[in-house]
């Protein structure tokens, strides 16, 4: 047994791969070290899988899919095993959140509550299924004949997640895809695998088919060599908007189904009537959380031109009071950047704007910490809606003040990018904040605050990615529909999902 951040997380097998429902020696001796974004330190290390790996995790996959009981069971059979794996995933919740703390630095009150969530999202996939329309009549256009329209599995699913979120955004895409029957090989970041050794473990405890979920850690030419296996039905990957362009050209190549969830640049629009300190009470508090690196994240601040001063004003004082440092102390409320690239990242940009004319209302800086990548929460102004900072996702405490005139000029500027994930508006008027949303080209629009719903559809316009996940849309991504025509109903519905 192996322990990670002075005995906070265990994981049996970090040296290996689980592959077929077995702790599989790595075909490599490369590894991947865990670096923590507040000490700088190696804190561990995990197999790194090469190309006979993933062949090893998808021909496991594949085999469990076309010959296993998988895909075979109902949907309430499949539904009593990823019920278990939710048991054992919440006798859990604690490593997996001091994983989170430790791997990418998130405040761990943050992280204990996001990760609670991210295991009752299992649990809300089995009430979606149990309700769901796995197959049905419809109308057909042929006398004297019924039509059965199924839903069966698309087959197997490499799901590939990002290490900002790791096990959120593993849950929303194992857990419809498990439901739907299909079977999964898991790809966590390099930077984050932690909570995917604790997955696989607890679906192992669960008594999960083998081969029914794989896991291997991979860099960057494995992972794309994961992606251009012919075994794999589909591919779900939540990251950069050109990793995603580049899935989604391997995809298009063999007609594989894939599903992006990508970068973000989401407008927050601020009204006249809107409470400016309430406001800025729920901007400074999203853009702290997980140190701005999240897509759905509020960066590009538009507001009235009568309201600027006021609001920049309450946005600077409501900024310089959080608490950046340790995320273990009970006074932080932003932890460090993840790595060290990251905020090489976000000082280039901030560079960058001051270079094409942008101001500093606040911040722009790395912290003073003997080590660690802590950066101040950061306020641009007067920034040209077209120029670097407000176009460019930078995946950091930093956020941008743009000016407009009136209400047309506003929804020009939040549509003026070539993302459209998420956004919010700022009133007390409904009616105006549903006309807004509704010209607004992004996935997910809400008034007074950043509400994304998985348990209805999270996803995004633009190049903020292709298809929805969370809900019954979710479950839908991972199925295929299939028409029968009979002569009769049968007298015993055959197959899967019946």
């Not at 265990?10 to 670096?35: K, M, N």
């Not at 090893?56 to 059979?77: C, I, K, S, T």
């Not at 984050?192 to 679906?203: H, S, V």
């Not at 992004?442 to 190049?463: E, M, R, T, V, Y």
Request: aromatic share 8%.
């Amino acid at each position: 047994m192996a322990t990670f951040f002075d005995g906070k997380v265990q994981v049996a097998h970090p040296d290996r791969h689980y592959i077929g429902g077995e702790w599989t020696p790595s075909s490599s001796t490369s590894r991947f070290d865990l670096i923590s974004p507040t000490t700088e330190a190696v804190t561990g290390q995990v197999a790194a899988a090469g190309e006979v790996d993933v062949d090893r995790a998808v021909a496991a996959a594949r085999h469990a899919f076309d010959q296993g009981p998988w895909p075979l069971m109902n949907p309430a059979e499949r539904s009593e095993y990823i019920t278990r794996l939710a048991e054992r995933l919440r006798g859990r919740i604690e490593e997996l959140a001091h994983a989170w703390t430790g791997q990418i630095g998130v405040a761990h009150d943050y992280a204990a509550v996001g990760y609670a969530m991210a295991v009752d999202f299992f649990e809300a996939q089995v009430k979606t299924a149990a309700s769901f329309p796995w197959e049905e009549q419809r109308p057909t256009a042929y006398p004297d004949s019924v039509a059965l329209v199924r839903q069966e599995p698309v087959g197997v699913v490499a799901a590939i997640v990002p290490w900002n979120a790791p096990f959120f955004s593993t849950a929303i895409k194992v857990a419809p895809a498990l439901m739907a029957g299909c079977t999964v090989v898991l790809k966590p970041s390099p930077e984050t695998p932690l909570e995917a050794y604790i997955l696989a473990e607890c679906a192992e405890a669960a008594g999960f088919p083998p081969g029914v979920l794989n896991v291997i850690v991979a860099d960057r030419d494995a992972s794309d060599y994961l992606v251009r296996r012919p075994g794999v039905d589909k591919v779900s990957f939540t990251g950069s908007t050109e990793t995603g362009k580049r899935i989604a050209a391997v995809c298009a190549d063999r007609v594989a189904r894939v599903a992006l969830e990508l970068g973000g640049k989401s407008p927050a629009i601020v009204l006249e009537d809107a409470d400016i300190d309430q406001v800025t009470d729920v901007m400074a508090s999203s853009l702290s959380e997980v140190s701005g690196q999240v897509c759905v994240n509020m960066t590009r601040y538009l507001i009235p031109e009568s309201l600027k001063d006021e609001f920049i004003a309450s946005m600077v004082r409501k900024l310089e009071k959080i608490t950046v440092g340790d995320p273990y102390a009970p006074e932080t409320t932003m932890g460090p950047l993840a790595t060290r690239r990251q905020i090489e990242k976000v000082e280039w940009f901030v560079q960058k704007g001051l270079e094409e004319g942008a101001k500093l209302a606040t911040g722009g800086r790395r912290l003073p910490h003997a080590a660690g990548y802590y950066f101040e929460p950061t306020l641009f102004v007067d920034v040209d809606n077209m120029s670097t900072i407000a176009q460019e996702e930078i995946f950091g405490p930093v956020a941008c003040v743009t000016t407009y005139r009136d209400i047309d000029d506003a929804i020009r500027l939040a549509n003026e990018s070539k993302f459209g994930l998420a956004g919010a508006i700022f009133t007390n008027d409904s009616s105006a904040a549903y006309r807004i949303a509704t010209a607004v080209k992004a996935g997910s629009l809400a008034q007074n605050g950043l509400k994304p719903d998985f348990s209805i559809a999270h996803g995004g316009f633009k190049q903020s990615g292709v298809g929805r996940e969370g809900g019954e849309e979710g479950l839908k991504s991972y199925l295929e529909m299939k028409t029968i025509v009979l002569d009769a109903l049968p007298e015993v519905a055959a197959g899967a999902s019946s």
